[in-house]
């Protein structure tokens, strides 16, 4: 294809110029993508400027996005990938749309053919606008350079004000090239991170919020990422502590509360609940969904909390409110602003001698859920079960570690027996889509925006298979992550829902044992293998510590035979 040297027009900056221009001007520090023809005058205006901003090369587009979206929410800043038309932008999709529906800032920039090429039939042409419409927050194609400037700004402020999402921008080369008029760029500082201009409520619906908590007799909470996303932990926690509430959390709420507080029961739903934890649900008669959607697996496809409860809905989105249960109060706002309303509205109501007895309940639910849990844990049965692998992990990680985990094996085990020291975002999971391949390039996202943390990565060896040519990545940049595999040789989770609900008939579920310590050695990769669980907690320390890239191949028991905590397998 054919390229030009990038040239300046008076006042003026070419196209190319101007895009790296503007994300130097919202306070991008990192972009995560892949080269193309489509690209090459922005990737040489990257070269040649002075801009501050690190391009962190990949292997594949999704991964891009991936990294992105980790990096994003670690940092709390709008993730940035890149890609190239064509096929780059079709591979680039899966991370968006993740992000996108996880509530993360995103703006993914895609390189087009020319826009004088539109409808002549030029390779790698397609409608990047249709592609992206139903995947993001927002989306466009910059047709004419002197609105590159303006698109940028509405990019950056649609995907991080209300809840946050993902944003698309398409970039055609002949935009790239021509002239923008050098004193458009500017930016709103605020929309560098997210949320930017938090909503607060109604001072009416936090009243009648808080009456229905206090007149309720059996009251439990529900976080969900909303929480995270909006910095309320200490908010929470203070209204926790001042009603003595039973807390509970969905996956991606995970951090609202640090796991080891007496009020929080831990994750509640079909993914990482237990008899236990649900029983909690059950018993209140009333719920508060705090930055939740009431989604299927947080309530066991709608089941538990059972209909008729009362309800106490908050969140940023307005339609999510009432969306799933009926609504007795709706509360529109920013989680953290939200809950510092409620605290000042307990605070006017006297409430200094309401105590549920959340923590109580807590502690008897615990105590039944980790009981079976230690017993599992402590087991030396080959293959390595799942818990046994948790457990040792938990006592060699440093309380500021990030586990990123994806949805098959990992997930659920996780999410229900690893306890978590601190409040805020130390785990992470794609809970919106749940595709594998998440967690490896995740990681290298989250490395990178908390560098000075502990980053590992859990997977299933399905997941590893998607994408681990990211490894060159992660050697190439020397990151010291930690790779966990657990290695049974199936579609775990597919497998496992064969056996539940349909007489055992495994059908293409499963494939050859990998050696993935070898193969993570030809990367450059420290590794190791391990069949004995005597041997698991000296490896994955020896793993942890390592200054360096590390993997470990946990030969593992089958999904299906274990006992996951996901209720329709227990059921």
């Not at 390229?3 to 306070?27: F, K, Y």
């Not at 976080?223 to 309320?232: D, H, R, S, Y």
């Not at 080891?260 to 649900?278: M, Y």
């Amino acid at each position: 294809m054919e390229t030009r040297p990038l040239r300046t027009h008076g006042n003026a900056l070419t196209g190319a110029e101007a895009m790296v221009r503007m994300l130097q001007a919202h306070g991008v520090k990192h972009i995560f993508g892949l080269c193309g023809d489509t690209s090459l005058p922005f990737y040489d205006a990257l070269f040649r400027l002075d801009h501050g901003i690190r391009h962190i090369s990949t292997r594949d587009e999704r991964c891009a996005a991936y990294m992105a979206d980790a990096y994003a929410r670690v940092t709390g800043r709008v993730g940035v990938c890149e890609g190239p038309s064509g096929g780059g932008a079709t591979y680039i999709l899966p991370g968006v749309v993740e992000a996108n529906d996880s509530s993360i800032a995103l703006l993914s920039i895609t390189s087009d053919v020319a826009v004088a090429s539109w409808g002549r039939y030029p390779l790698t042409e397609l409608d990047q606008t249709a592609l992206f419409r139903p995947l993001t927050k927002w989306n466009g194609v910059i047709g004419d350079a002197a609105r590159l400037p303006n698109m940028v700004r509405t990019a950056f402020r649609a995907a991080t004000t209300g809840r946050p999402g993902a944003a698309h921008l398409g970039l055609p080369i002949d935009v790239q090239r021509a002239p923008v008029d050098a004193e458009d760029i500017w930016a709103q500082a605020e929309f560098a991170r997210f949320p930017a201009w938090p909503g607060a409520p109604d001072p009416k619906a936090i009243e009648a919020a808080a009456e229905a908590i206090a007149a309720a007799k059996n009251p439990v909470m529900v976080c969900g990422g909303g929480v995270v996303l909006a910095g309320a932990e200490a908010a929470l926690q203070a209204v926790a502590e001042r009603l003595n509430l039973a807390v509970a959390t969905t996956v991606s709420g995970q951090g609202s509360m640090a796991d080891t507080h007496v009020n929080h029961l831990g994750v509640v739903g079909s993914n990482g609940g237990v008899p236990a934890t649900r029983a909690v649900i059950d018993a209140a008669d009333l719920i508060v969904f705090a930055g939740c959607r009431a989604g299927s697996v947080t309530t066991e496809r709608w089941r538990t909390p059972a209909r008729g409860v009362k309800v106490v809905h908050m969140d940023s989105d307005p339609m999510v409110i009432s969306a799933n249960y009926r609504t007795d109060v709706g509360v529109v706002s920013d989680l953290r602003l939200a809950f510092e309303a409620l605290n000042l509205a307990f605070e006017a109501m006297g409430t200094e001698r309401i105590d549920f007895g959340g923590a109580e309940k807590v502690a008897a639910a615990l105590a039944v859920k980790f009981a079976a849990f230690g017993e599992l844990a402590a087991s030396g049965d080959r293959p390595i079960k799942p818990e046994r692998t948790v457990a040792e992990l938990n006592r060699v990680l440093p309380p500021d570690a990030v586990i990123v985990a994806d949805p098959g094996t990992p997930c659920p085990y996780f999410s229900a027996f690893y306890k978590f020291p601190r409040a805020g975002r130390y785990f992470i999971s794609n809970r919106a889509h749940g595709a594998l391949g998440y967690a490896l390039p995740a990681a290298v996202g989250a490395q990178i925006g908390r560098p000075d943390s502990k980053i590992v990565a859990a997977m299933g060896d399905g997941s590893f298979g998607f994408t681990l040519g990211e490894l060159e990545t992660v050697t190439r940049l020397k990151l010291p992550i930690t790779f966990l595999v657990f290695s049974n040789s199936a579609y775990g989770w597919i497998k496992a829902g064969q056996k539940a609900s349909f007489g055992e008939r495994y059908y293409s579920v499963d494939f050859d044992r990998t050696d993935h310590a070898a193969v993570a050695a030809a990367f450059g990769v420290k590794s190791w293998r391990v069949e004995d669980p005597a041997d698991l907690g000296r490896v994955l320390k020896l793993a942890v510590e390592y200054d360096g890239p590390t993997l470990v191949d946990v030969i593992s028991q089958p999904l299906q035979d274990a006992k996951a905590p996901v209720s329709e397998w227990i059921s």
